[in-house]
């Protein structure tokens, strides 16, 4: 489950902007954006549960 939180945290992020543009409440763009950033940040530090081929084969002893 780990290795999808990357593509919801940049969906997420991405909803999180079109709401904050599309609300017209002061401030909204600079804590849709905030959020947008939290949200990315996450989204890297999860990117590493993603699972690479090149270090899968090499478990398997492929070459």
């Known amino acids: 489950m780990k290795r999808y939180y990357t593509l919801i945290l940049i969906l997420l992020s991405a909803v999180i ?3 904050g543009s599309k609300v017209e409440v002061y ?21 590493r549960y993603i699972p690479n081929e090149k270090e899968q084969d090499k478990k398997n002893g492929e070459v």
């Not at 996450?42 to 990117?47: D, G, R």
């Open 27 to 47: 401030w909204s763009g600079i804590v849709a954006w905030g959020l947008a950033l939290i949200c990315l940040i996450f989204a890297a530090y999860y990117s």
């Open 17 to 19: 902007i079109y709401i």
